[in-house]
């Protein structure tokens, strides 16, 4: 039995949520790009053919592809350890997971391609790495990173929001800064599932790409502390005073906690909510096990909502909702006096709503794909 394969890239989002696992529940892997013939003849099949980041080979040679899928495999087989038992704690762990892969991809995706003379040269060397040697790799690679400026339009980030979607990040910068200043962790001293949702944007972009990294070490250092963090197989809190590993006690949410939630809820609830109405207009004439499509970009429409006076029109990615059904469905396993403090806590961050943001139909896995079921 061998090592796990990871296959993904330094500078992708979805990569640095595996990895930064993988690392923290100290599991032996090794890290490749998708550009050999192996992965093409012998991996890609096994994933019906859809090429996303990440995707691994266990370490006995079954093929997983999707973050959330390799997370549950490994959290599975390791006794849940990164996920809290506690209801609100738990409840909320699932929820920062959908932000980190879902609420967070508009400033990502906006300070990684509207600030060209920061991050260009940085961004086509990563890009060059993984095309094909040839004598057009360089025009390959610039092909490529056209195509993900233009996705970073489909995600709302355009000229006429760049005002607030730059508002929006700094505030939750200084709210997420404020946490991390007192624990070293979203619960405490121990990640959970909910800090490595977070991590996705918040290495792979916001806390590496040099215009939004310069910003967070020099606005939010505890912030960039956190990053550092959570890419490290230790602890890494040696600037708190207690070194204790575990979840808070009695189920305890922060107040500091509570402030960054409601921050994420300024765009997130109404991005949400327009996204619901889409995707049930989408999937009701959809039939069963409809593939549902993921990946950057890639939706079945667009929504509009308005934030703060401004509009917003960004595209609806289904992949939202079948994160935000595992919220749904911890929620509804919950006895009746969990239920009510849970809403308590969500009611004080605004984001109560989210609880019944719920789309007509389940999202399924079938042969390595999310599908309609």
Known sequence: MGNITLYGFDFSLYTGRVRSYFIKAGLSYSERATNSRYFWKNVLPACSGKLTLPTIETESGDVIRDGAAIIDHYEEKGGHQFSPVAPKQRLLSLLFDVVGAEGLLRPAMHYRWDF???????????????????PDTDALAEAQMQKMRDACQRFGAVPDTAHLV??????????????????????????????????????????????????????????????????????????????????????????????????IAIDFVPETKAASLCVNEWQRDQPEHTEVPSGVGNGIGVGTFKVRDTTITAVVQPYRFFLLQRVHEFFDSLNAADKDEVEVMLRACNMHEVLNLRIDRKIGRRNNLEVLL
């Open 116 to 134: 060209p003379e920061e991050n260009h040269a940085f961004l086509h060397l990563h890009f060059a790495a993984v095309m094909p040697k040839r």
């Open 166 to 263: 730059e508002a929006l990040y700094l505030e939750l910068l200084d709210k997420l800064n404020a946490h991390f200043k007192t624990y070293p962790y979203l619960f405490g001293g121990k990640p959970s599932i909910g800090d490595f949702g977070m991590i996705a944007p918040l290495f792979a972009h916001l806390g590496r790409d040099p215009k939004p990294l310069s910003l967070m070490q020099q606005r939010a250092p505890h912030v960039f502390r956190w990053v550092e963090r959570m890419n490290r197989a230790e602890a890494d809190a040696w600037e708190f005073e207690s070194n204790d590993e575990t979840y808070l006690i009695d189920d305890t949410i922060p107040d500091t906690l509570i402030e960054v939630l409601a921050q």
